[in-house]
């Protein structure tokens, strides 16, 4: 059973809805559990981070929610349209709505095309005479810090990285999107540049009221830029919530090893002790929990049961049989999430080297 919220943004409207998304890859070793059964809504003037390790299934979920291609169990509906059940055309005309950046911004842009004609291809994909396409393309660099007098003219190779990005940012913005993707958008930049990149995100997620879904393996630049966070381990949600509540007190073991994994001065790199051995194979992903075998908590019913998504506050949810905060109504958990919980914070405290357990 899943667990349904009420979320304190409950008033501000939903965009993307994906329910139950599942993403199964045909591979030669056979079926690739990249997705499954996720649940994620993307609102108006929010950011929604997803956080995970490589490998975890985010790319495989940014693209299920394009249907690039579609995912192989699921329903993802747009302002409440499933894009399921649309024609070819009608899907065609409703794309323009959902634009992605990627990583790396030299790459993704056309070598031989000007800054000026690259922020205008989605109008030219879909030409309106109404339109007029010099002022919308000096408007869309505009609002991403490049004035066209300077850049209009360059191409790609003579743009750093982030004007790069933002040149990749300014040319989704003409589409007039409702969504707005970013998949791993400032990993290649600098953190002068990454901080530029993030702060027009956020900016033009609110400005435009855009529904922003920001995918990152980095903590630190989730919890600059993102309201929410959703937290994903082998396909599978581990918790979702406010950026802020997740973080400062996580109520699933994964994301506690993922803050213990953040770099800090004087720890070894990759030496929290939280986060043993590689993930295992999405080809034979673990029965029950697919955590459970890195899990320092795990027991018997981690083993047999998959967790479903429980309440920890409205508009948060963990799927964890011993999570590492109380959930809602559990009589159970409460008493044994006591001792749980405060033997985990002490391990938790311990490898972090903070006090808190
Ligand atoms: N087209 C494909 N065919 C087969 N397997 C795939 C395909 N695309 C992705 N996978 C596998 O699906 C799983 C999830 O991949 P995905 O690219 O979604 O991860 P990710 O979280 O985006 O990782 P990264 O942080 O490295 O970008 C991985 O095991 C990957 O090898
Ligand atoms: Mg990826």
Known sequence: MTATPTSPDADTPVVLR??????????????????SGVDVELRERRTLALVGESGSGKSSIAKALLRLPPPT?????????DLAALSPRALRALRPRMQMVFQDPVSSLNPRRTVRDLVAEPLDAHPDPSVDRTAVVEQQLEAVGLPVALFGDRRPSQLSGGQAQRVAIARALAAEPRVLIADEAVSALDVSAQATVLNLLRRLTEERGLASLFISHDLGVVRAVS???????????????????????????????LLAAVPEPGRPLGDSGLLPADP??????????????????????????????????????????RPLVPTVGEAVGEAVGETVGKAVGEAVGKAVGTTNG
């Open 227 to 257: 309201d929410d966070v959703a937290v994903l381990h082998l396909g599978r949600l581990c918790e979702q919530g406010p950026t802020e509540e997740v973080l400062a007190a996580p109520a699933h073991p994964y994301t506690a090893a």
């Open 73 to 81: 169990t699921g329903t993802v509906t747009l302002d409440g349209t």
């Open 18 to 35: 994906a329910t139950g998304l599942s993403v199964v890859h045909r591979t030669r070793s056979g079926p690739l559990h990249a997705v």
């Open 280 to 321: 295992p194979s999405p080809l034979d992903p673990p029965s029950g929990c697919r955590f459970r075998t890195r899990c320092p908590f795990a027991d018997e019913r981690c083993a047999s049961e998959v967790p479903a998504q429980r309440e920890v506050t409205p508009g948060r949810t963990v799927a964890c049989h």
